[in-house]
Nanobody, 125 residues
């Protein structure tokens, strides 16, 4: 079992920045991918970013390219999502997820085995 705990959400003005953290606990020795997803009210959960754990490859949704960055601290089992130039349309609950099996796919929710509870990000105009 793996437990994920997100933190770092909050209220920020448009153009501002936030850094989200996702800390992994439990059986973390065979983690493969980490992903960040978000869900706004009345909308489906959508892919934001992903990273192949300890392998360096990163993936970003088109809507956040050039503004968001995903990176890891493998010594502490933490994945970060740095969000810059935030827009009101970035408002959502952001959740992290991880897979413990080898999967090439990273942009769909079905590619992940464990999920955190999420953290709210609100961007005011």
């Amino acid at each position: 079992q793996v437990q994920l705990v997100e933190s770092g959400g909050g209220l920020v003005q448009a153009g501002g920045s936030l850094r989200l953290s996702c800390a992994a606990f439990g059986r973390t020795f065979n983690l493969y991918n980490f992903g960040w997803f978000r869900q706004a009210p009345g909308k489906e959960r959508e892919f934001v970013a992903a990273i192949r754990w300890k392998r360096g490859s990163t993936f970003l949704a088109d809507s956040v390219q050039g503004r968001f960055t995903i990176f890891e601290d493998s010594a502490r089992d933490i994945v970060y999502l740095q969000m810059n130039s935030l827009k009101p349309e970035d408002t959502a609950v952001y959740s992290c997820a991880t897979s413990v099996t080898v999967r090439a796919v990273v942009r769909t929710t079905s590619a992940y085995d464990y999920w955190g509870l999420g953290t709210q990000v609100t961007v005011s105009a």
